[in-house]
């Protein structure tokens, strides 16, 4: 790791595993040794590759890394490159990272006005008694 990463890592690192010719490591156990939890990762480093676990993966898994929390993974859980990830804990991920980032702000909802119409002044007509004789 370079001495200018930015990283504060938490845990035990990630241990990546083969699928086909490449090596990846499970997203949210680089999530977690980054304390980037629900989806902040790929919210952060859009960039990054990612794909999903099938189920022939998914029961590899375990046999790989040993992990305990690896036995039961779900099948479509993400999956992200180890050389990929190797180089955002070197480099703090410049390369990932989105750098047009903007927050679409919606504007928010004005009521239009609706011009009331004039009350028309009622005059009462002075009932007319009559009277019989």
């Known amino acids: 790791m370079s001495s200018d990463s930015k990283w504060k890592f938490w845990g035990s690192p990630p241990k990546p595993f083969q699928k086909g010719?490449?090596?990846?490591?499970?997203?949210?156990?680089?999530?977690?040794?980054?304390?980037?939890?629900?989806?902040k990762l790929y919210d952060?480093?859009?960039?990054?590759?990612?794909?999903?676990?099938?189920?022939?993966?998914?029961?590899?898994?375990?046999?790989?890394?040993s992990e305990k929390h690896h036995k039961h993974v779900r099948i479509g859980a993400k999956i992200v490159l180890q050389q990929e990830i190797d180089e955002l804990f070197a480099t703090g991920g410049k390369r990932f990272c989105c750098l047009t980032q903007s927050?679409?702000?919606?504007?928010?909802?004005i009521k239009p006005k609706i011009e009331?119409?004039?009350?028309?002044?009622?005059?009462?007509?002075?009932?007319?008694?009559?009277?019989?004789?």
């Open 103 to 109: 927050i679409a702000v919606p504007k928010p909802y």
């Open 44 to 65: 952060k480093f859009p960039k990054l590759t990612v794909e999903k676990l099938d189920e022939s993966d998914v029961s590899g898994l375990f046999s790989q890394t």
């Open 116 to 133: 009331k119409k004039k009350a028309k002044r009622v005059e009462k007509k002075a009932a007319t008694t009559t009277t019989k004789d």
């Open 21 to 39: 010719t490449s090596l990846f490591y499970l997203g949210s156990d680089v999530g977690n040794y980054l304390r980037m939890f629900r989806n």
